[in-house]
């Protein structure tokens, strides 16, 4: 671990009973706010040690925090061909089923790239989340996947190469086809009157910074967008830009109470 504060080591169950795995470092106690972090497409939940120095940082704050391993990713069971958004989203819904078995509260999430798109699609959905940060999120989902296609690898015309960064990697149809069920702008939409914090790079090549616009542009109040100058998709040599600007967002919403919301101008006082 990047700094010997203790991180635990969980296993949980999806709804597929495949079991995925997770980190949890909880300083905050068994009831304490708890920060869900999604990992970006063929990423792993450590992010090589940057997701557990971050997570430090939090604890050191008050939070509490869960990382974990989408199915067909890292530690997790699953095959990586068979991912879908769809998928992601319910790998979602069981780790915040367990954070909040285990007493944790409020839970909100965040996530990078393709895990930021997964964090808006489940907020949407899942009440239980109090506040929703993205980074570098995609909202034209076929238009960039589509991209980096090599076109169908077998006779069937059910599996595609993409080819990036990380070398060729192999995903079903079944992706592609699951991806014309989300719209994400409209999704992002349904997050209010939960708190949006939107980060994205004005330098990034992947994913185009005209999608954080499409996501702010949908979103309710309370919103906030982020370009960043200069930084790309990875936020090469921003990433404490990043993190102090989550940090900062954190701070002014970790409360539990619709009451304490009203008094620092998240809700109106108007409103049930």
């Known amino acids: 671990m990047t700094s010997g504060q203790a991180w635990e080591r969980i296993s949980f169950i999806n709804s597929h009973k495949l079991c995925l795995a997770?980190?949890?470092?909880?300083?905050?106690?068994?009831?304490?706010?708890?920060?869900?972090?999604?990992?970006?497409?063929?990423?792993?939940?450590?992010?090589?040690?940057?997701a557990q120095a971050m997570g430090?940082?939090?604890?050191?704050?008050?939070?509490?925090?869960?990382?974990?391993?989408?199915?067909?990713?890292?530690?997790?069971?699953?095959?990586?061909?068979?991912?879908?958004?769809?998928?992601?989203i319910d790998d979602l819904n069981s780790a915040v089923d367990w954070c909040t078995s285990a007493?944790?509260?409020?839970?909100?999430?965040?996530g990078r790239s393709f895990g930021g798109t997964?964090?808006?699609c489940h907020a949407a959905g899942d009440q239980r989340v109090s506040g929703v940060c993205t980074w570098a999120a995609p909202a034209s989902l076929k238009d960039i996947f589509t991209e980096f296609?090599?076109?169908?690898?077998?006779e069937s015309g059910d599996m595609y190469a993409l080819a990036g960064d990380e070398g060729i990697v192999y995903l079903r149809r079944s992706f592609f086809d699951d991806l014309d069920r989300f719209d994400v702008p409209q999704q992002a939409g349904k997050i209010a009157p939960?708190?949006?914090?939107?980060?994205?790079?004005?330098?990034?090549?992947?994913v185009p910074p005209e999608d954080a616009?499409?996501?702010?542009?949908?979103?309710?109040?309370?919103?906030?967008?982020l370009y960043i100058p200069g930084a790309d998709h990875q936020f090469s040599n921003h990433t404490r830009k990043v993190w102090d600007t989550m940090f900062d967002w954190l701070d002014r919403i970790k409360l539990s109470d619709k009451k304490d919301l009203v008094q620092v101008g998240f809700l109106t006082p108007s409103e049930p």
């Open 213 to 225: 616009g499409l996501i702010f542009q949908n979103a309710g109040e309370p919103r906030e967008l």
């Open 103 to 110: 007493g944790m509260g409020p839970v909100f999430t965040v």
């Open 56 to 88: 430090e940082e939090l604890g050191n704050r008050g939070f509490n925090v869960f990382l974990f391993d989408f199915s067909g990713n890292g530690q997790s069971e699953g095959l990586f061909e068979r991912i879908t958004l769809s998928g992601q």
């Open 149 to 154: 296609v090599e076109g169908p690898v077998d």
């Open 22 to 50: 997770g980190l949890l470092h909880a300083p905050g106690g068994p009831s304490g706010p708890v920060v869900i972090v999604c990992h970006g497409f063929t990423g792993s939940k450590e992010g090589g040690g940057r």
């Open 194 to 206: 939960r708190p949006l914090l939107i980060i994205h790079g004005e330098k990034d090549n992947v």
């Open 118 to 120: 997964t964090v808006i």
